[in-house]
C-alpha cells in the first residue's frame, strides 16, 4: 500500500519504517528540516535501538523517502497517518493542535479516496473532530473525494519500539463504518500472521479510550508497587519477594510491577493527566488515578530525600548520578525522574556529575545549565571525587559495577540504587553505605 506518515518522532519514525520493512511503499513527512534532512542522509534523529538499520535497508529499497512537504507525497497515498505530537496544555488536558493542523492540510490537499488513521494518543471525540475539519475544506473547494478516518492508538515503548511494532500483542482499529476494515487487513496482515485475532475493531471513541485506559492502568501499578515499596522499607518486608509473590498470580501477570524512583517518559504523565481531563470535563470523579500522579509526584521526591536524609547537609557534597533517560535503551529525558532529583540535590547545595549513554545531550537541552551541574564522559569518570553515587536508569552497562574500581575512585562508598539492581550483601561486605526501593536493607526514612 502507498502510506503517508506525517510526524516523525518516536511513534511514526519507528511506524513508517516498520510498514516499509513489510513492503508498504511509505513517505514521511515532517516540518522539522534538521531532522528531515538528517533522515535523507540515512541517520536516525533519535536513538532507538537498530532504527537506523532499518531505515537505510528501506531507503535501498526505495519503500521509504523523507519529505518536509506532505504536498510532495499525498496524491499518491491510499493511506494517511496522523503522528504529530499531543503535549500537554496549560490545563492538563491534550493539545490537539499539531492533529488539527494537519487535517487542515490532508483537507485542503486531497485528490482522491483516502483513509485518515489517527496514531497519535488523543482524547475522545478527536476523530470526530479530524473529520469535520477535513469535511469542512472539501465543502469548500466543492470536492467528491471520500476520506474515512479511523483511530489506531500506537502501544510500542521506546527502547523496544520495533519489538513492539514488528510483533504487537494487539492492534487496535476504531472505525465506525466497518466497511474501512479491509484497509487495515492488508495493512497490518504481515503483522499478525501468527494470529488474526490480534487486530481488534471497534468503534473509534472506544478506540481512543483503549489508549488512555491502558496507559492509566500501567501507571497505576507502578504507582502502587512504589507505595508496596515504602511500607516494605517500614514494615522490613522486600518489594522484589513481595512483587514475584504477586506476579505468578495469572490474573495480576508479572509485567510492570517494578518499584524504582516514579515513571516518566513522554507519555504517562502526559496521558495520565489528560484522562484526569476527560474525567473532569464528563463529571465523573477519578479518584484512583488522581491518587496515581500524586503518588508518582512523591516517589520521585522521595528518591531525592533518601540520598538528603542519609547526608542531611548536602552542601558542598558531590554526588554522581547513573542514568538520566526516564528508562534505558532511549535518549528521551522528558518527565524523567533524574531531573527532579538533580534539581533538588542541586537545591541543597550539592554538586552533580552526571552520566548517561546516550541521553546526556537531550538532558543538558532541557535542563539547562547549571554551575554544579556537569557531564561525565563514561560512568565511572562520574565517580571520582564523588561522596555517593546514585542509580536512577537502570542501563544494562551499570548492572555490574566493578565495586572495588568505584571504591578507588569516590570519596566516600555510598550507593543509592534507585532501580534495585545491586546485591547488598555484595556492597556490604566491600564497606559500601548501601540503600535501595523497598527492600530490607533500605535505610527507613523518618
Ligand atoms: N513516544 C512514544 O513512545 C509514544 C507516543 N505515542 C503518542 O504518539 C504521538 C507522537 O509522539 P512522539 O512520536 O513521541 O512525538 P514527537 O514529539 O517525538 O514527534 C512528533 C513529530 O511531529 C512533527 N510535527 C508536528 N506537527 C507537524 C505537522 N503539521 N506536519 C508534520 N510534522 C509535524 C514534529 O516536528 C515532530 O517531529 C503522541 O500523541 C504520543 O502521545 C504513542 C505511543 C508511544
Ligand atoms: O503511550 C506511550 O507513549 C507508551 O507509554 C509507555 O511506554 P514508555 O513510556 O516508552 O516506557 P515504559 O517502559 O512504559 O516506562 C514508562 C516509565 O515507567 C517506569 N516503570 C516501568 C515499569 C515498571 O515496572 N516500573 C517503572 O517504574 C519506567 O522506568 C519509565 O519511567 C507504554 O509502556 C507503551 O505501551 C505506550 O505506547
Redesign the pocket.
Known amino acids: 500500500m502507498r502510506v503517508v506518515m506525517?510526524?516523525?518522532?518516536?511513534?511514526?519514525?519507528v511506524s513508517g519504517t516498520c510498514l516499509s520493512e513489510v513492503g508498504h511503499n511509505v513517505a514521511c513527512?515532517?516540518?522539522?528540516e534538521e531532522?528531515i534532512k538528517l533522515l535523507k542522509d540515512g541517520t536516525s534523529p533519535?536513538y532507538e535501538p537498530g532504527l537506523e538499520n532499518l531505515i537505510r535497508r528501506n531507503m535501498e529499497h526505495d519503500r521509504l523517502t523523507f519529505t518536509t512537504r506532505?504536498s510532495e507525497v499525498l496524491g499518491n497515498a491510499d493511506v494517511a497517518f496522523i503522528?504529530?505530537?499531543?503535549?500537554e496544555g496549560e490545563d492538563g488536558s491534550?493539545d490537539v493542535r499539531?492533529v488539527e493542523?494537519?487535517a487542515e492540510?490532508i483537507g485542503k490537499l486531497v485528490e482522491r479516496n483516502l483513509m485518515v488513521v489517527v496514531?497519535?494518543?488523543?482524547p475522545v471525540g478527536t476523530c470526530d473532530l479530524v473529520e469535520e475539519t477535513i469535511q469542512k475544506q472539501l465543502a469548500q473547494r466543492q470536492s467528491n473525494v471520500k476520506v474515512t478516518v479511523a483511530s489506531n492508538?500506537?502501544?510500542?515503548?521506546?527502547g523496544d519500539?520495533i519489538g513492539d511494532f514488528m510483533k504487537p500483542d494487539r492492534i487496535i482499529v476504531g472505525l465506525n463504518d466497518p466497511e474501512g476494515q479491509a484497509v487495515f487487513r492488508d495493512l497490518y496482515g504481515p503483522f499478525v500472521l501468527d494470529d488474526q485475532g490480534k487486530l481488534l475493531f471497534m468503534d473509534r471513541r472506544s478506540s481512543e479510550l483503549t489508549?488512555y485506559g491502558a496507559n492509566s492502568m500501567l501507571a497505576t501499578r507502578i504507582s502502587f508497587m512504589n507505595e508496596l515499596s515504602l511500607l516494605c522499607e517500614r514494615l522490613g518486608a522486600d518489594i522484589d519477594k513481595v512483587r514475584q509473590g504477586i506476579g505468578t498470580d495469572p490474573r495480576i501477570g508479572k509485567k510492570f510491577l517494578y518499584a524504582g524512583p516514579g515513571y516518566g517518559?513522554?507519555?504517562f504523565p502526559?496521558?495520565v493527566a489528560a484522562l484526569l481531563k476527560t474525567g473532569e470535563k464528563n463529571a465523573v470523579e477519578l479518584e484512583v488515578l488522581n491518587a496515581v500522579t500524586r503518588a508518582n509526584v512523591a516517589q520521585k521526591n522521595r528518591a531525592a530525600d533518601k540520598i538528603i536524609a542519609h547526608f542531611k547537609d548536602l552542601n558542598g557534597k558531590r554526588i554522581a548520578v547513573w542514568g538520566l533517560a526516564f528508562k534505558p535503551g532511549t535518549d528521551?529525558v522528558r518527565e524523567a525522574p533524574a531531573k527532579t532529583i538533580i534539581q533538588k540535590l542541586l537545591d541543597q547545595g550539592a554538586y552533580v556529575v552526571a552520566h548517561d549513554p546516550q541521553g546526556q545531550g537531550n538532558f543538558a537541552r532541557e535542563f539547562g545549565d547549571h554551575e554544579r551541574l556537569v557531564y561525565a564522559d563514561s560512568s565511572y569518570e562520574a565517580l571520582r571525587g564523588a561522596d555517593a553515587m546514585v542509580l536512577v536508569t537502570e542501563w544494562s552497562e551499570y548492572r555490574r559495577p566493578n565495586w572495588d574500581k568505584a571504591a578507588d575512585m569516590m570519596a566516600g562508598k555510598v550507593v543509592f540504587d534507585l532501580r534495585n539492581q545491586y546485591q547488598s550483601q555484595e556492597l556490604h561486605d566491600r564497606g559500601y553505605h548501601y540503600e535501595c526501593m523497598g527492600r530490607p536493607d533500605s535505610k527507613l526514612l523518618s
Open positions: 506525517v510526524g516523525t518522532g518516536y511513534v511514526g519514525l513527512v515532517d516540518l522539522n531532522k533519535i506532505i503522528a504529530v505530537g499531543t503535549p491534550a499539531y493542523a494537519v492540510s496514531k497519535s494518543t488523543v492508538p500506537e502501544f510500542l515503548k521506546e519500539a489508549k517518559g513522554s507519555c502526559k496521558d528521551d
